[in-house]
């Protein structure tokens, strides 16, 4: 499974349905299924890109092969308006990436994990 997240300039934002439609061809088109298309929607970039300080942010999730995935970074560096775009492959079974398999224990503290040592008498 992997995950795309694109950011959008701003003035092209209020078209964000036809690039996920655009990248959802490209990723079907290679004979990979979309799982989720989160749009989060305008937020404050990190550092001016193409001097621009906002975007239009969005995440996709499939399942495809790497060489889909190779076509769609090649459709997003094309596609006029992505600021910027990552890929990353992420592990299906993990609590983070698949809600449906339950929660992660929390983390202990260090301090907690140790062995209490006991005062010499």
Do not use: C
């Amino acid at each position: 499974m992997y995950e795309t997240l694109f950011v959008v300039h701003p003035e092209k934002g209020p078209r964000m349905k036809e690039f996920v439609d655009k990248f959802r061809t490209v990723i079907e088109g290679q004979r990979g299924t979309v799982a989720q298309v989160e749009e989060w929607g305008s937020r404050e970039l990190a550092y001016p890109i193409q001097k621009q300080s906002k975007g239009y942010y969005t995440l996709l999730r499939y399942q495809a092969s790497g060489q889909a995935v190779v076509e769609l970074e090649r459709n997003l560096k094309l596609t006029d308006g992505i600021l910027r775009y990552l890929t990353v492959r992420v592990d299906e079974d993990s609590p983070l990436t698949n809600p449906n398999r339950g929660h992660a224990e929390p983390a202990r503290d260090a301090e907690e994990s140790k062995p209490k040592e006991e005062p010499a008498a």
